[in-house]
């Protein structure tokens, strides 16, 4: 199994620009979820899913976008980058309580 | 008041040393306890689950007090490769927004 996989690893954009974060998972988990992790500050709910079809927003979900089409996948859309979206991404899947999280995505907004 | 709050650390702390953490949550719904560890630059990977009577894993041990909303975590004889930032995370049944993350308690493990 390849567990959670993240693409890309890293990410440089200019302001205004969009770009997709892709992640996927083989574990057929329901419940999946995007988190974004800055300096100094803990892990904070991007949009999560709890099945395909069906998504919902966490904590900080202004400027991106999520769809679930499949159990497998979990997309996470910048509409219109902006510096304060410089960060880094996880995506995880969930089963019983636990997270499995994947590499993480570093993205740069310029 | 955070919704799940560490101690700040840094805890810098010499090999073999025992070293305790502490988290606290505010949510008395919570039904589900976790320790994450996060190495720098990678992602947060389980740790342990906290159980109500306590649980020890190797030279980890967790408790957990429902009366106070207290988890703590006790690392005894530190490694080199204990050093990591310490994630508390809280479950709740809340229909989605399930997990809740602490901020991290970061430990350096000295020579």
């Known amino acids: 199994n390849a567990g959670v996989t993240q693409t890309p690893k890293f990410q440089v954009l200019k302001t205004g620009q969009s770009m997709t974060l892709q992640c996927a998972q083989d574990?057929?988990?329901?419940?999946m979820s995007w988190y974004r992790q800055d300096p100094g500050m803990g892990l904070r709910l991007i949009h999560y899913?709890?099945?395909?079809?069906?998504?919902d927003q966490g904590e900080v979900p202004n400027g991106y976008n999520v769809s679930r089409s499949t159990t497998e996948d979990f997309p996470l859309r910048l509409l219109s980058a902006a510096p304060s979206q410089t960060s880094v991404y996880f995506c995880?899947?969930?089963?019983?309580?636990?997270?499995?999280f994947g590499p993480g995505t570093r993205l740069t907004v310029l | 008041r955070k919704e799940v709050e560490q101690d700040p650390g840094p805890f810098n702390v010499p090999e073999g040393a025992t070293v305790a953490f502490n988290c606290t949550y505010s949510?008395?719904?919570?039904?589900?306890f976790f320790w994450y560890r996060q190495d720098c630059r990678k992602e947060p990977k389980l740790l342990m689950s906290?159980?109500?009577s306590g649980n020890e894993d190797g030279r980890f041990t967790a408790q957990l007090n429902r009366a106070s909303q207290y988890i703590s975590l006790l690392i005894r004889d530190s490694k080199l490769s204990d050093s990591a930032t310490y994630l508390c995370?809280?479950?709740?049944?809340?229909?989605?927004?399930?997990?809740?993350f602490g901020p991290g308690t970061r430990l350096s493990v000295l020579p």
């Open positions: 995880a899947s969930s089963y019983s309580g636990v997270q499995f």
């Open positions: 949510n008395s719904a919570s039904q589900s």
């Open positions: 906290v159980y109500s």
């Open positions: 899913s709890v099945g395909a079809g069906i998504t």
């Open positions: 574990m057929n988990h329901e419940y």
């Open positions: 995370v809280v479950w709740a049944d809340n229909y989605g927004q399930n997990f809740v």
